[in-house]
């Protein structure tokens, strides 16, 4: 049977959604967090002439409102309402706050004459200047800085020097500040300035002394000698090679060295990180009790000497909404002061508005507007979707507001997307990485979606309450004789909670609680 091909049309329509350039922006707005957020304006704002920052004070202010060409200031957010949708004419026909209405009359553009005429004014007082009798202002009006300071002078605006920010000390730089105090000589510095930089984080000694030697052309005697002096350095325990000379010499440093803590340390440190007590107690022939207070002097102790040193920069969380109680309500409110405010520069308004321009220069602006009109829009609708996602989370969560963590309920993310009438990838985009101040404390908006644990009641009790529940039962056990996992379930199960051992397990290792038998403590 022969096989025969024809060509045709088939047309069918469909619905597709297509992610154009402003969408993908939009998106991308609104899963940033503030810092993120500050660094894409401040970067729109390098490349973009259409954009600047809104932070002129209020007499610029009050100057441009009163000018009539003044700027069209519009900023992310700014003079809209955040708890209701925009207005509009028509529901058909949003307003559009960047367009101009259609009886409103257009600013007038500054003609050359204009210019001209304010760059000879400009002039005409410098030339005044030239003609002041400055002899005669120095004897009337004294130069005296402590007698004459400006209040508006700049010293006034400076932060306190207490607020200064200031580079985090590294380890290495503290121990070459007290290397600078020694009377070593030029040789030996040489080398402790060599083991000092060879140093990890944790103020521990990884390379061989053997390398060391090789690499400072000296003998690997020479540089223990010289190892033994850094290592008698604040912080005790620094420069140790592993966890038991640090420990050792903090001992030391304490005057410890011949204690049972110490003997412990340097003979049988793997079996007290294994508790085992009555092990070491027969070894060294000395009772339990001893053992453990034995065990309490090293648990003090500081296992990674350069803890406090260096690092990273701390990362401080900046609220994206407050919730407030004000009578018998929660009010949402949102933290303008954070998020960057924009505005269109008038100057480059009034070239892309002026016929003379050259036509390229007028196109390029008028894509660079609409790139500008993007980001505004796009920051609004994110704070937008932020406070209505917040309002639904404290419907959703008024008991937790109300009496704290214990009354969290189990919410998830299809509950808030119903709620307010959006996608649920919306959500999670929109919860990513913002935070909340609330009287409970500050909270990122992920906190509140929890899944839920199966109650006898029949209703479900949120993770997060139940994992309260295990530290708090954790911090009130005995330490001579520590709940295991299995009588934990059992006591959460007489409060109504049905858990399996293994689902405290994970919790508890989700809270960072060691077992049981880590945790018991003798003496």
């Given at each position: 049977?022969?096989?025969?091909v024809?060509?045709g049309?088939?047309?069918?329509?469909?619905?597709?959604?297509?992610?154009t350039?402003?969408?993908?922006?939009?998106?991308?707005?609104?899963?940033?967090?503030?810092p993120?957020?500050?660094?894409?304006?401040?970067?729109?704002?390098?490349?973009?002439?259409?954009?600047?920052?809104?932070?002129?004070?209020?007499?610029?202010?009050?100057?441009?409102?009163?000018?009539?060409?003044?700027?069209?200031?519009?900023?992310?957010?700014?003079?809209?309402?955040?708890?209701?949708?925009?207005?509009?004419?028509?529901?058909?026909?949003?307003?559009?706050?960047?367009?101009?209405?259609?009886?409103?009359?257009?600013?007038?553009?500054?003609?050359?004459?204009?210019?001209a005429?304010?760059?000879?004014?400009?002039?005409?007082?410098?030339?005044?200047?030239?003609?002041?009798?400055?002899n005669?202002?120095?004897?009337?009006?004294s130069?005296?800085?402590?007698?004459?300071?400006?209040?508006?002078?700049?010293d006034?605006?400076?932060?306190?020097?207490?607020n200064?920010?200031?580079?985090?000390?590294?380890?290495?730089?503290?121990?070459?500040?007290?290397?600078?105090?020694?009377?070593?000589?030029?040789?030996?510095?040489?080398?402790?300035?060599?083991?000092?930089?060879?140093?990890?984080?944790?103020?521990?000694?990884?390379?061989?002394?053997?390398?060391?030697?090789?690499?400072?052309?000296?003998?690997?005697?020479?540089?223990?000698?010289?190892?033994?002096?850094?290592?008698?350095?604040?912080?005790p325990?620094?420069?140790?090679?592993?966890?038991?000379?640090?420990l050792?010499?903090?001992?030391?440093?304490?005057?410890?060295?011949?204690?049972?803590a110490?003997?412990?340390?340097?003979?049988?440190?793997?079996?007290?990180?294994k508790?085992?007590?009555?092990?070491?107690?027969?070894?060294?022939?000395v009772?339990?009790?001893?053992v453990?207070?034995a065990?309490?002097?090293?648990?003090?102790?500081?296992?990674k000497p350069?803890r406090?040193?260096?690092?990273?920069?701390?990362t401080?969380?900046?609220?994206?909404?407050?919730?407030?109680?004000?009578?018998?309500?929660?009010?949402?409110?949102?933290?303008?002061?954070?998020?960057?405010?924009?505005?269109?520069?008038?100057?480059?308004?009034?070239?892309?508005?002026?016929?003379?321009s050259?036509?390229?220069?007028?196109?390029?602006?008028?894509?660079r507007?609409?790139?500008?009109?993007?980001?505004?829009?796009?920051?609004?609708q994110?704070?937008?979707?932020?406070f209505?996602?917040?309002?639904?989370?404290?419907?959703?969560q008024?008991?937790?507001?109300?009496?704290?963590?214990?009354?969290?309920?189990?919410?998830?993310?299809?509950?808030?997307?119903?709620?307010?009438?959006?996608?649920e990838?919306?959500?999670?985009?929109?919860?990513?990485?913002?935070?909340?101040?609330?009287?409970?404390?500050?909270?990122?908006?992920?906190?509140?979606?929890?899944s839920?644990?199966?109650?006898?009641?029949?209703?479900d009790?949120?993770?997060?309450?139940?994992?309260e529940?295990?530290?708090?039962?954790?911090?009130?056990?005995?330490?001579?004789?520590p709940?295991?996992?299995?009588?934990?379930?059992?006591?959460?199960?007489?409060?109504?909670?049905?858990?399996?051992?293994?689902?405290?397990?994970?919790?508890?290792?989700?809270?960072?609680?060691?077992?049981?038998?880590?945790?018991?403590?003798?003496?």
């Amino acid at each position: 049977m022969a096989l025969e091909v024809k060509l045709g049309q088939d047309l069918r329509l469909r619905q597709q959604l297509v992610m154009t350039p402003q969408l993908q922006q939009a998106i991308k707005i609104l899963q940033l967090s503030l810092p993120e957020l500050e660094t894409v304006v401040q970067t729109e704002l390098e490349q973009n002439p259409m954009l600047e920052p809104l932070d002129q004070s209020p007499a610029e202010a009050a100057r441009e409102a009163e000018a009539p060409d003044g700027d069209g200031v519009v900023a992310a957010g700014e003079d809209e309402r955040l708890g209701a949708e925009p207005e509009a004419t028509s529901p058909e026909e949003p307003v559009d706050d960047w367009e101009p209405g259609d009886g409103a009359p257009e600013a007038p553009l500054k003609t050359l004459e204009t210019e001209a005429h304010d760059a000879a004014v400009e002039l005409k007082e410098l030339d005044g200047l030239a003609k002041l009798d400055w002899n005669d202002y120095l004897e009337t009006y004294s130069n005296n800085w402590q007698e004459s300071t400006p209040a508006d002078s700049e010293d006034d605006h400076r932060s306190a020097l207490e607020n200064t920010s200031s580079r985090r000390r590294t380890i290495e730089d503290y121990l070459m500040w007290q290397l600078g105090l020694t009377t070593m000589s030029e040789a030996d510095q040489r080398i402790a300035a060599t083991i000092i930089y060879n140093l990890n984080d944790d103020g521990y000694l990884e390379t061989p002394l053997d390398e060391l030697a090789q690499q400072l052309e000296t003998t690997a005697g020479e540089v223990e000698r010289v190892l033994k002096r850094v290592q008698r350095f604040d912080p005790p325990g620094c420069a140790a090679r592993d966890l038991r000379e640090c420990l050792l010499l903090q001992l030391e440093n304490l005057g410890m060295e011949g204690s049972l803590a110490a003997r412990i340390v340097r003979e049988r440190l793997d079996l007290l990180e294994k508790h085992r007590y009555g092990e070491i107690s027969k070894q060294f022939g000395v009772s339990v009790e001893m053992v453990g207070q034995a065990h309490k002097i090293i648990a003090m102790l500081e296992p990674k000497p350069g803890r406090d040193y260096g690092g990273e920069e701390p990362t401080y969380v900046v609220p994206d909404v407050y919730i407030h109680k004000i009578g018998a309500e929660y009010i949402v409110t949102l933290n303008r002061d954070a998020v960057p405010r924009l505005r269109i520069a008038g100057y480059y308004q009034r070239v892309m508005n002026d016929s003379n321009s050259a036509p390229e220069t007028r196109e390029y602006l008028q894509e660079r507007l609409r790139s500008a009109k993007w980001l505004v829009k796009s920051i609004y609708q994110r704070q937008q979707t932020i406070f209505k996602v917040a309002n639904s989370i404290v419907k959703f969560q008024r008991a937790f507001f109300d009496h704290g963590i214990s009354q969290l309920k189990p919410l998830v993310l299809k509950d808030v997307a119903e709620d307010i009438g959006m996608h649920e990838s919306t959500i999670s985009r929109a919860t990513a990485n913002k935070y909340a101040h609330t009287p409970q404390g500050i909270f990122e908006l992920k906190f509140f979606f929890t899944s839920g644990v199966k109650a006898a009641t029949g209703e479900d009790v949120s993770a997060e309450t139940v994992k309260e529940q295990i530290r708090a039962l954790v911090t009130a056990e005995e330490p001579g004789n520590p709940l295991s996992d299995q009588a934990i379930a059992e006591m959460l199960r007489a409060r109504q909670i049905n858990i399996a051992r293994r689902t405290v397990a994970k919790y508890r290792q989700a809270l960072g609680i060691l077992p049981s038998a880590n945790r018991k403590q003798v003496g």
